[in-house]
């Protein structure tokens, strides 16, 4: 017959198997080796400040445009037809008429063209202008801002693989 085995309690159970997972020694070796180059167009391509400055700087350039776009003139046109039967009012006589068909057609253009309205155009425009810009030296800090974050992390990790490496030769020194 099988033997009974001793009366453990789950806990301690559970806290041996931690412990022996733990205990093992872990590696970790990354699959690819990047250069600082790689990591920087990486994070070109994928961080969320820069595109959000990217966006920032298109929606600056689409306020441009619309503001160029206030000195232009504008037109407009319009159609409508109309068809009414049965007893409906005579659009010229202004008299009902009895079962009878009706038709009407309205066609219509208009253009405008604004003057002068004290300068706001112009002053929109600049507005404009100097958003772009804003926009496209956010977008600039941004992209400092990852490089610098990116350049120091990389040159920690450097300096903890060389720390290694010195402390493994320290070891075998000693």
Known sequence: MLKRLPNISVPALVLFVLATFISQPQTCTAQKTWSLQQCLDHAFEHNIQIKLGQLGEVSAEIGTQSAVGAFLPNLNANL????????????????????????????????????????????????????????????????????????????????QEEFVRVAVINREAT
């Open 80 to 159: 409508s037809h109309g068809y009414n039967f049965g007893r409906t009012i005579d659009p010229f006589t202004n008299q009902f008429v009895e079962s009878s068909a009706i038709r009407s057609n309205s066609f219509g253009v208009s253009t405008g063209m604004v003057l002068f309205n004290g300068f706001q155009n112009q002053l929109n425009l600049q507005r404009a202008k100097l958003a772009q810009q804003s926009a496209l030296s956010s977008r600039e800090i941004a992209e400092n801002n990852v490089v610098l974050t990116i350049a120091a992390a990389y040159l920690n990790v450097l300096f």
